[in-house]
T-cell receptor, first 115, second 113 residues
Framework: DTGVSQDPRHKITKRGQNVTFRCDPISEHNRLYWYRQTLGQGPEFLTYFQNEAQLEKSRLLSDRFSAERPKGSFSTLEIQRTEQGDSAMYLC?????????????FGPGTRLTVL | DQQVKQNSPSLSVQEGRISILNCDYTNSMFDYFLWYKKYPAEGPTFLISISSIKDKNEDGRFTVFLNKSAKHLSLHIVPSQPGDSAVYFCAARRLGGNNRLAFGKGNQVVVIP
């Protein structure tokens, strides 16, 4: 399967702990996005990479959140000192920059529960 | 603020009939619109899209209509099938916005066999 993969699929942690999620995009895609989805809401944009460069961050991405894409391939999203309000589904998506319109392909998500 | 709005959070339709999902947006800078389908425990799956230079795009059983003056789009599914039961998200991209998507809250569709 050559789709977007995310690991882990589920994470339960205690408040105050750090967590790290990984996203492997579709191999030829150079754009990678992180979104967060809470219950009853649509996905909300967090941050965006083109190759290894992080080009945009949402104001939702507090200083406890950091994302990297060191070699322009996989990406990690780390949350430090987790809070209960961080409980959500974290979705990764990728796309290829070609022409003007590029649909994003989503991974299955990592569901985070902060106790 | 919610720039993409999907009202009527749930819809039940008989198999074989038409499903119509509506979406309204507020940002006139949006130039590209997408519909995604999501099953439980899976990520959203791209369904169909339309650029702002068109008013209709069709792909098999799925047709998206765009009314720019009303800032409104709709998704028609004809005929509806039980496998179409899912949550449908409307999304929009802003011109020059790095392709980031703004999503609505979604519509739950249940197709009754």
């Amino acid at each position: 399967d050559t789709g977007v993969s995310q690991d882990p699929r589920h994470k339960i942690t205690k408040r105050g702990q750090n967590v790290t999620f990984r996203c492997d995009p579709i191999s030829e895609h150079n754009r990678l996005y992180w979104y967060r989805q809470t219950l009853g809401q649509g996905p909300e944009f967090l941050t965006y990479f083109q190759n290894e460069a992080q080009l945009e961050k949402s104001r939702l991405l507090s200083d406890r959140f950091s994302a990297e894409r060191p070699k322009g391939s996989f990406s990690t999203l780390e949350i430090q000192r987790t809070e209960q309000g961080d409980s959500a589904m974290y979705l990764c998506a990728s796309s290829w920059r070609e022409g003007g319109y590029n649909e994003q392909f989503f991974g299955p998500g990592t569901r985070l529960t902060v106790l | 603020d919610q720039q993409v709005k999907q009202n009527s959070p749930s819809l039940s339709v008989q198999e074989g009939r038409i499903s119509i999902l509506n979406c309204d947006y507020t940002n006139s800078m949006f130039d590209y619109f997408l519909w995604y389908k999501k099953y439980p425990a899976e990520g959203p799956t791209f369904l169909i899209s339309i650029s702002s230079i068109k008013d209709k795009n069709e792909d098999g059983r799925f047709t998206v209509f765009l009314n720019k003056s009303a800032k409104h789009l709709s998704l028609h599914i004809v005929p509806s099938q039980p496998g179409d039961s899912a949550v449908y998200f409307c999304a929009a991209r802003r011109l020059g916005g790095n392709n980031r998507l703004a999503f609505g809250k979604g519509n739950q569709v249940v197709v009754i066999p």
